[in-house]
């Protein structure tokens, strides 16, 4: 029996179907699993032993319907029993839809429950996981399996050690204690302070004798730099620098990743790094807050949520879901997660 899952992106989705790819070799251990994926995150589910084969999807090549008509017709030839589409719009639709002879999964992305969120009500949601696993209910039906919700990004013992290297061309020493800051996020107003940043990492390295990562993209350079020229020379910024497993790997050596929310934050936890999350319009009942060790650091006020995925500006004009996230309250998280 062969299987399609269908999640195109961003990162942080991505890294969070991986307790579906896992849960679907638990109940089907004898199956061919294939996953489709925008290319530029394809990377992070090379390695993962359940899985047959990474698909990527090329943006610039599946172009409008003609290109995922394209694509479908490709895919279509393996015959699938199942798609289990975990994205649910309009491309996965397309394709999903274009297999024939495929029995079709879908989660339920909670849009509702989450719209009524925005607008102040209080309602019960599930994590995205939990949502994700969901959609695979007509698989384990009657078999009285438990799926996990841990996320995985799978390394290899060269990547590991490759993590060494890179910390030794940066300047950190071997057996350092060392703090990653993600202070990018995609959207303004989901971003921490610069100087909450700044701060943090200073007094990572004066009171831990930490050395510090700055980790962002390749539009988040200017960013990370300023972040890691305002702490000192024990602060490094990799933004823009490295790839998606490099970040993972470094990632993996830090005592506690301090960040946003973001999709770096579910590399974290993937990789079994604590995390420390610093939310500001959005909220845990979205549904995709972190998991594993973690703690997220929030301000309850009348105005959270104030937007889905956050937005270029404050809507109120005060910002103060953010400014009211103090350093010292952040800094004595990580105290208290860093092993003495």
């Not at 204690?177 to 921490?192: D, E, F, S, V, Y």
């Not at 390295?205 to 050395?211: R, T």
């Not at 497993?245 to 301090?258: G, Q």
Request: glycine share 10%; charged share 25%.
């Amino acid at each position: 029996m062969k299987i399609l899952i269908i999640r195109l992106g961003s990162i942080g989705d991505v890294v969070l179907t991986t307790p579906v790819i896992a849960a679907l070799k638990l109940s089907h251990p004898d199956a061919d699993l294939d996953f489709l994926v925008k290319k530029e995150y394809h990377e992070l589910l090379i390695g993962n032993p359940n899985l047959r084969r990474v698909i990527p999807f090329d943006v610039s090549r599946h172009k409008g319907l003609k290109g995922l008509l394209e694509i479908a017709w490709e895919l279509r030839k393996e015959g699938y029993k199942y798609v289990v589409d975990l994205h649910g719009n309009l491309r996965s639709r397309v394709i999903s839809a274009s297999i024939p002879g495929s029995n079709i999964l879908r989660y339920n992305k909670q849009t509702v429950k989450r719209r009524l969120l925005l607008l102040g009500f209080k309602v019960q949601t599930k994590h995205t996981v939990d949502a994700y696993l969901s959609a695979l209910a007509p698989l384990f039906a009657g078999a009285g399996l438990k799926p996990t919700s841990a996320t995985a990004i799978y390394l290899s013992q060269e990547e590991e050690k490759g993590a060494g290297s890179l910390l030794a061309q940066l300047g950190v020493p071997e057996g350092s204690t060392i703090i990653g800051l993600n202070p990018g996020a995609r959207w303004q107003t989901k971003r921490w302070l610069e100087d909450g940043f700044i701060e943090l990492g200073k007094r990572a390295v004066a009171e831990l004798g930490a050395k510090v990562l700055i980790f962002g993209g390749p539009d988040e350079v200017e960013l990370s730099e300023r972040v890691s020229d305002g702490i000192g020379i024990d602060a490094f910024s990799v933004a823009g620098k490295i790839g998606l497993r490099e970040a993972a790997v470094l990632i993996k050596r830090c005592s506690i990743f301090a960040t946003n929310d973001s999709g770096p934050m579910h590399i974290a936890t993937a990789v079994g790094t604590p995390v420390i999350a610093i939310f500001g319009p959005t909220v845990q009942g979205f549904g995709f807050y972190p998991l594993g060790k973690s703690i997220v650091v929030e301000k309850e006020l009348r105005c959270r949520p104030c937007s889905l995925h956050g937005s270029d500006s404050c809507p109120k004009g005060h910002f103060e879901c953010m400014k009211g996230v103090s350093a010292d309250e952040v800094f004595e998280r990580v105290k208290g997660m860093v092993k003495p």
